[in-house]
């Protein structure tokens, strides 16, 4: 009878895990992603690994992965004024299919033996565009496939569970492919995985909206949501602190090949499993923000966890040994995606329908947009003054910045619980995720 009543237990909180899985949509959504970014992960291993392959310079890298990011900080304001007036869900199946044929693009010049570095960066450049009119497109339809404003919080984890779940397979099998048959695969096999998304959004049956203002000055619309961030002030501070993390430890990663090769004296296995563990922990802090039963109280995470992020990255780089700077990884995985979730759910539920867009493009600007200009200067950093320094630096400012926004909390959730509230109690009256079925 014990055994019954666990089991029993163990089904009902999966389903409580997974009740985001209960709107068609959504699940088309989560399938085809899942598949579309195990090759996006191992595209992002194989293109650092490549660019240090021709080039041995970790500035370059720096470089690359600075033109690649850039747009985004400099389009993404704009896109979410388009994801405001545009339908989304055809935004995303044009941005899906436009990077289907960038990596294919890759993988006929590295197959055929015919890349260089100055192939490399314009197909970055050309990425890095569609990715800013993807993300704000992409953060806020979510919010469309998810009716129930009580699973938004859920759906946007298992977004990043999915996420991390495809970092945790991408660069393990990118590691040993490239080992075994060149950087070349890996891009071919992300081309193909784009269809999977495609398809996923084509069989959605999206609702038909309307939203208001579609006639209004695009200029007068951004500066509207820049006004509409300036004074609310939890959202503000919010983005002030992933700015910092983005821009002071997310270029991490541009110099893990220098970790993996010179570092820790391994090859682009080690390099694979480096992300790979770091995968494991943000897949590990997904499932551990979507077993939450409300959004309430998600707010205090984010400067634990920024502080747990940055920690873990100032003993990573001073690390010798592959399994104590694989635990590391684990941690710091943990912390990033806990933050950076976090961060997202509270802003998409405190903020007005009709800011979304515009809101999550400047989420995606300092998010996406600040890695770029840390990747150039932890890659210029790095050339001089060494990759174990360069990161030492990150992680100080993240826990820095993290004890700031402690220190601000208090007053913050005085502004957030309320509109908690509100935007909750408009949701009684309709369906929980046990009855919405799956047609």
Excluded at 185 to 212: D, H, Q, T
Excluded at 313 to 324: A, C, G, N
Excluded at 400 to 423: D, H, N, T, V
Aim: proline fraction near 4%.
């Amino acid at each position: 009878m014990k055994i019954t009543e666990s089991s029993g237990s163990n089904q009902s909180s999966l389903k409580f895990i997974l009740r985001s899985f209960h709107y068609r949509n959504y699940l088309l959504f989560f399938s085809g992603q899942c598949i579309s970014l195990i090759g996006t992960w191992m595209q992002n291993i194989a293109m650092s690994w490549l660019v240090y392959h021709l080039t041995g310079s970790a500035l370059m890298l720096g470089l690359v992965g600075f033109v690649g990011q850039v747009p985004t900080f400099f389009i993404s304001p704009f896109a979410g004024v388009l994801a405001d007036r545009w339908n989304r869900h055809r935004i995303l199946i044009f941005t899906q299919t436009m990077a289907m044929l960038q990596a294919f693009t890759l993988a006929l010049l590295v197959l055929t033996k015919n890349v260089s570095i100055w192939h490399i960066i314009p197909l970055s450049v050309f990425l890095g565009l569609v990715n800013s009119l993807d993300a704000p497109a992409r953060q806020s339809f979510v919010v469309e496939i998810v009716e129930n404003r009580n699973d938004l919080g859920n759906a946007i984890a298992l977004n990043s569970s999915m996420f991390n779940g495809a970092r945790l397979v991408g660069p393990s099998v990118a590691g040993i492919l490239i080992s075994l048959m060149g950087e070349g695969w890996c891009f071919l096999i992300n081309g193909v995985s784009y269809f999977a998304v495609i398809i996923a959004l084509l069989a959605m049956r999206i609702k038909p909206f309307r939203i208001e203002g579609k006639q209004d000055n695009i200029f007068k619309n951004l500066v509207e949501g820049f006004a509409y961030v300036g004074r609310h002030a939890p959202i503000r501070y919010i983005l002030m602190l992933l700015a910092l993390v983005s821009l002071t430890c997310m270029p991490y990663t541009v110099l893990m090949p220098i970790f993996s090769s010179e570092i820790l004296r391994g090859g682009p296995h080690t390099l694979g499993f480096l992300m790979g563990t770091c995968g494991m922990g943000a897949f590990i802090g997904a499932v551990f923000l979507a077993s939450r039963q409300s959004v309430r109280g998600v707010e205090k995470n984010i400067p634990f966890a920024a502080g747990l992020f940055g920690i873990s990255l100032i003993f990573f780089s001073q690390s010798r040994s592959l399994w104590f700077s694989l635990l590391l990884m684990l941690f710091a995985g943990f912390g990033m995606i806990v933050h950076l979730a976090s961060c997202n759910t509270v802003i998409q539920t405190i903020v007005d329908d009709d800011k979304r867009g515009r809101v999550m493009s400047m989420y995606a600007a300092l998010f996406m947009g600040m890695a770029p200009f840390g990747s150039l200067f932890a890659g210029t950093a790095a050339s001089r003054f060494g990759a174990p320094n360069t990161v030492l630096v990150g992680g100080i400012a993240c826990v820095i910045g993290s004890f700031l926004f402690a220190w601000k909390l208090p007053a913050l959730r005085k502004i957030i619980l309320p509109i908690y509230e509100e935007k909750l109690q408009s949701q009684q009256g309709k369906p929980d995720y046990e009855q919405v079925p799956v047609t």
